[in-house]
């Protein structure tokens, strides 16, 4: 069966640090792969996608994300966190036509 | 352009009254989708609409019916609320010809069943 599992429920890092939020997956064929940002009370954004091509795939908000097939992952990574970055992120597999998997999500704390 | 648009923001229900939450999108999309959000387990879909005057069952339709009469709109009902069904509820729509399939959300409705 299809599966989204993101590892960490919460990551706590410090503004102008790295990030990495983890995405493991479970599909049969090619996935369609996303990253999602939810902000507090409001509805989910997606900030990038993966379909096929260059697996390094750029996002917004200076978001990118890296699909590697042989550890089933896709990543999310930003080399610099704001403090408005702090949100809760969904990793979700397209699988085919329309519907969608969400994973449980990553909570982001940003401290100063 | 408003994007998705949800109906109400928040609800208070007692054990056994009904509801109907409202969704509406001007984006000429043709799916639209109905989730329940509940901590620590993602989004989980509800039921779903490829078109108008059609409705499909998601991963967790029991208690809840929809109906897509207008293109544009798509409602959710609960005839007998339950405490179980106290939940974030998004709605979210996409075209049907995209690959792969972004969604655009609404801006969710928080339900409490006491």
């Known amino acids: 069966a299809q599966s989204v599992t993101q590892p960490d429920i919460h990551i706590t890092v410090s503004e102008g640090a790295s990030l990495e939020l983890r995405c493991n997956y479970s599909?049969?064929?090619?996935?369609?792969l996303f990253w999602y940002v939810q902000s507090p009370g409001q509805g989910l954004q997606l900030l990038l996608k993966?379909?096929?091509?260059?697996?390094l795939v750029q996002g917004i908000k200076g978001f990118e994300a890296e699909f590697k097939r042989s550890q089933s992952s896709f990543n999310l990574r930003k080399p610099s966190v704001h403090w408005s970055d702090a949100a809760e992120y969904f990793c979700?597999?397209?699988?085919?036509?329309?519907?969608?998997?969400f994973g449980a999500g990553t909570r982001l704390f940003v401290k100063a | 352009n408003a994007g998705v648009t949800q109906t109400p923001k928040f609800r208070v229900l007692k054990t056994g009254q009904s509801m109907t939450l409202l969704c509406a999108q001007d984006?000429?999309?043709?799916?639209m989708y109905w989730y329940r959000q509940d901590p620590g387990m993602g989004l989980r879909l509800i039921h779903y609409?490829?078109?108008?005057?059609?409705?499909a069952k998601g991963e967790v339709p029991d208690g809840y019916n929809v109906s897509r009469l207008k293109k544009q709109n798509f409602l959710l009902g609960l005839e007998s609320a339950a405490p179980s069904q106290t939940s974030v509820y998004f709605c979210?729509?996409?075209?049907?010809?995209?690959?792969?399939?972004?969604?655009?959300f609404g801006p969710g409705t928080r339900l409490t069943v006491t």
């Open positions: 979210a729509s996409s075209y049907s010809f995209s690959h792969p399939p972004e969604q655009y």
């Open positions: 599909y049969g064929a090619t996935p369609y």
């Open positions: 993966y379909f096929s091509g260059d697996t």
């Open positions: 979700a597999v397209g699988t085919g036509g329309f519907k969608t998997i």
């Open positions: 984006m000429n999309h043709e799916y």
């Open positions: 609409s490829v078109g108008e005057g059609t409705t």
